[in-house]
């Protein structure tokens, strides 16, 4: 028997990793013709900044709320509207110290004058037309003060990974389950 609980265990350290990136506010947006881009699709981008506006929005759209203490910790919501649709949705962090990664089970230390984005989810009609990876940007410019931004996904989450890196994010490395170490000598090839 125990022997089969340290196959599964091995098992599930291997499935419980999450990849971290980053992008340095450089390289925000994409120009042509001196002319910022914006690629918007008939919708609008909202920033929701306490308990009570995201209370509000959560009973207007039919969303379910949850998680109302993250804005205790300086996290805010945003989302795309499309009509009378929640589209593509996320949370950020600023300044997070320790940031809980529920995923891996641990707290990971970013540098000051930084955001962590998390939670981010597309509905299922929206999906696969570029929402998730204009969503990170739109936060990115939304939080123009910000120096560096991180994003982690699951390891073998290859739509958000190739969303997050389609926004500009370069691969920084894996967190392995409890392993409170950032491996960087790693070769994604699914990307």
């Given at each position: 028997m125990s022997s089969?609980?340290?196959?599964?265990?091995?098992l599930l350290r291997f499935l419980l990793n999450i990849i971290i990136l980053r992008k340095n506010k450089l390289n925000v947006y994409y120009f042509k013709n001196n002319k910022v881009l914006t690629t918007y699709h008939n919708h609008s981008f909202t920033v929701i900044t306490n308990k009570n506006d995201y209370l509000l929005f959560c009973k207007k759209f039919n969303f379910t709320y949850s998680n109302f203490d993250r804005f205790d910790y300086n996290c805010f919501f945003a989302c795309f509207l499309i009509k009378d649709s929640v589209a593509s949705y996320g949370w950020i962090s600023i300044n997070a110290k320790k940031f809980p990664v529920d995923e891996i089970l641990l707290k990971i230390d970013f540098p000051p004058n930084s955001a962590v984005l998390f939670d981010f989810k597309t509905e299922i009609p929206f999906r696969n037309l570029g929402y998730y990876s204009e969503l990170i940007l739109n936060f990115i410019k939304h939080f123009s003060n910000v120096k560096c931004f991180f994003i982690y996904t699951s390891f073998f989450n290859n739509y958000s990974t190739r969303g997050i890196i389609k926004a500009g994010?370069?691969?920084?490395?894996?967190?392995?389950?409890?392993s409170n170490r950032l491996q960087t000598d790693i070769n994604?090839?699914?990307l």
């Open positions: 089969l609980f340290k196959r599964i265990k091995k994010f370069s691969l920084l490395g894996v967190y392995k389950l409890l994604i090839i699914s």
